[in-house]
């Protein structure tokens, strides 16, 4: 996934947010990188493998 965006170098690992309006949060992403000078940014998608993950840490 990436976005056009100008942010610079220390925005890695910031969450990428779907739902903050309607109170149902998700991160679906995280910065991962972007070119210098910074046009845009971009991170893997988060999808069922995260989720898989998550669920099995939560269970040790």
Known sequence: MSIN???APGS???PWL???TDG???IIGA???GPDPTT???SAEHGD???AVLSAAEDE
């Open 5 to 7: 965006c100008d942010m």
């Open 12 to 14: 890695s690992g910031g």
């Open 18 to 20: 779907v739902g903050v």
């Open 24 to 26: 149902n949060s998700q």
């Open 31 to 33: 910065t991962s990188q």
């Open 40 to 42: 845009y940014l971009t």
């Open 49 to 51: 493998g995260a989720i």
